[in-house]
């Protein structure tokens, strides 16, 4: 049971790096309309988008959870970087309050 699962976490991670690259490759004037879930690889455009980082998209939370232990240090470094550009946009608004 534990090998199984195991072996499919791997071929997940291993489609969902796949897909990651796919979407550099293509033509940047190329929207998709349709979105993948970021474990399972499930396409649709009724996703669940993580509230943390805001970029991985999942079908509902038993595949949040299976990609939890992958995705929370680069969620926690995505939230954190939108945390200090949005701390750095509003000191950059108040120093224009000022200036006027």
């Known amino acids: 049971s ?25 033509p940047t004037n190329e929207t998709p309309s349709m979105r993948n879930c970021w474990t399972c690889q499930h396409s649709s455009s009724f996703l669940m988008k993580c509230s943390g980082c805001k970029k991985a998209r999942y079908c509902g939370e038993t ?21 200090s550009r949005k701390n750095i946009e509003i000191w950059n608004a108040n120093l224009d309050d000022e200036v006027d």
């Open 63 to 83: 595949c949040y959870g299976e990609d939890w232990e992958r995705h929370k240090d680069w969620c926690r470094e995505r939230e954190e970087k939108r945390k």
């Open 2 to 26: 534990r090998k199984i699962r195991g072996r499919k976490l791997t071929e997940n991670r291993e489609r969902k790096d796949q897909f990651s690259q796919a979407l550099k490759d293509r």
